[in-house]
């Protein structure tokens, strides 16, 4: 995803939960917030979200996500489906919203949500097969926010600006595992471009997601890897050059 269609997203979940409003429900409707994990390097925060409801609803506190209602996860897809889990089942929650992209696709795959739920962080829907019917998901309580471009566009756009012949794409190995459909995407990619894309997995350390870097990779992809905190990542990019 984009810094573009980061900030969309965070519009479009302020749009959906304004949207979620009804004149029935005459207290605050209370957003719980699942995440992947905890870290303190957030992409789209509960705050944020904040700011844009009140540009939406104005000052009047129609929607409130209470710092308790947070959920997260352990950077496992056991454990982000752990913490939609609590959320689902907590009955001061009125209205889930997913930031990250585990618990996003764990709710996008459950065939029946107990309550709403706002996926607002999505990697490529047709690649992580998510329920699409005419534009939305045409599944009861569940809508997702994603600008369809997928990764295809975001590879050939680096192509295009460096040429690279054998590209190393650095990949939350969670993701990985949850969503096997990216080594064939990747062979898809790299086969489309006509060069090489080798997928090397980021687990909890840095150094040595690095050091499984080819040799003869002459480009590096870096995906999000959310799990890694604020001071890993100036001595993963020093480490880079």
Known sequence: MTWSSLKSSLACAALALAGAISSAHAAPLRVGIVTDGRNDREILSPASIEQQIEQ?????????????????????VAGADAALDRALS????DVIVTLGILASQQAAHREKLT???????????QLQRYPLAKGVSGRSNFTYIADFQG????????????GFKHLAALVD?????????????????????????????????PQAALAAIPAD????YVTGLM????????????ANG
């Open 90 to 93: 907590d009955k001061d929650v």
């Open 217 to 220: 990779a002459d480009a590096v």
């Open 151 to 162: 990764l295809r566009a975001n590879v050939e756009a680096f192509h295009h600006a460096v």
């Open 56 to 76: 939406v609803t104005g000052k009047d506190p129609q929607v409130v996500l209470p710092a308790d209602k947070r959920f997260a996860g352990d950077w496992s």
């Open 173 to 205: 190995e969670s993701l990985l595992r949850s969503i096997p459909e990216i080594a064939a995407k990747a062979d898809a990619l790299a086969a489309s471009v006509s060069v090489r894309i080798s997928l090397v997995a980021a687990g909890s350390n």
């Open 227 to 238: 799990h890694f905190n604020e001071p890993q990542l100036p001595r993963s990019s020093g």
């Open 115 to 125: 309550k709403p739920v706002i996926a607002a962080l999505v990697i490529d829907p």
